[in-house]
């Protein structure tokens, strides 16, 4: 069709020939003109279908994210831990074990949380690190326990003396976030070590008041036989060693596996990553008012 057109437009030899260079100046007008008006026109731009294609892209977008998370395995309601950890690293999934509108009292207070406003109260996003505090080594064996149905997570503020408690219950073989308390720290069940504990990690002249002398340091051996190798430092050593024993900052997330709290001189705080890729034991023993770290143990 095009060179159709342009045949009309355009002069034979002869004539081109004859006219010279006078002929083509105007030629070449036409022919810009005719270009110009056929294949120059700049297409109209239609900004609601544009707006309607963007909407649909990213509806793509999203269910494509929900489409990457992985499927829960089979056995997450067995131990809290395995559920936690989907829970904690799963969104679906975490939305689905919240028991909307979720019970929420500061002390005489009460109100509830809508599933639209979870998010104010969502603080397990990318939450790594937990501890979990303990007295007696036969009392870490409760989170090995699948008959436990009750667990409370303690979001504890270090730069405030306060606490939020998310409460888990196991209700019909399916674990389920049931309620938030927020309170003080020192109206939880091991809430007088907590306090120290807090102290602790946020004040580093503290920490070295609060080391015992010597300081026993227990670590294993990557060997087939995994022994254990004991140390003894000063406490003077603590501001080397604690590089390689890092502890918590901004939050301390404990998890109470309903683990007994009976106000024992002995208190072991374990820490531990969620891909289980760091754990460390702190043994802390309270001579008469003054708690006094003895042991570490990696």
Not at 39 to 49: A, F, L, T
Not at 220 to 249: C, F, G, I, N
Request: one cysteine or more.
């Amino acid at each position: 069709m095009f060179f159709a057109h342009l045949s009309v437009f355009l002069p034979s030899f002869s004539e081109i020939k004859m006219c010279k260079h006078l002929y083509l100046l105007p030629l070449v007008a036409v022919l810009s003109v005719f270009i110009a008006s056929c294949g120059g026109r700049k297409p109209i731009v239609d900004v609601e279908d544009l707006y309607r294609r963007d909407s649909l892209e990213s509806a793509q977008d999203t269910l494509q994210l929900l489409e990457d998370e992985e499927e829960p395995p089979v056995a997450v309601d067995g131990l809290f831990d395995d559920f936690f950890f989907t829970f904690v690293t799963n969104q679906g999934f975490q939305m689905q074990r919240i028991s909307f509108p979720l019970p929420c009292t500061n002390g005489t207070r009460a109100r509830t949380v809508n599933k639209e406003d979870w998010e104010k109260y969502n603080k397990f996003i990318f939450q790594e690190h937990f501890m979990v505090v303990f007295e007696d080594d036969d009392d870490i064996d409760v989170k090995n326990d699948t008959a436990v149905s009750r667990v409370s997570v303690e979001w504890i503020d270090l730069q405030e003396d306060s606490a939020d408690v998310y409460t888990f219950r196991k209700e019909e073989t399916m674990w389920m976030l049931s309620t938030i308390n927020q309170t003080k720290v020192e109206e939880l069940p091991n809430g007088e070590f907590l306090r120290f504990f807090r102290h602790f990690v946020c004040d580093s002249v503290f920490q070295v008041r609060s080391i015992d002398n010597p300081l026993k340091v227990i670590t294993s051996e990557d060997t087939e036989e995994e022994q254990m190798v004991k140390t003894k430092h000063d406490a003077s050593d603590w501001r080397y060693l604690k590089e390689d024993y890092p502890l918590p900052k901004g939050v301390l997330m404990n998890i109470d596996y309903g683990q007994p709290s009976s106000g024992v001189r002995l208190k072991q705080v374990l820490l531990q990553s969620m891909n289980d890729n760091m754990f460390f034991k702190f043994k802390f023993h309270k001579y008469r008012q003054d708690w006094k770290l003895i042991e570490i143990e990696n």
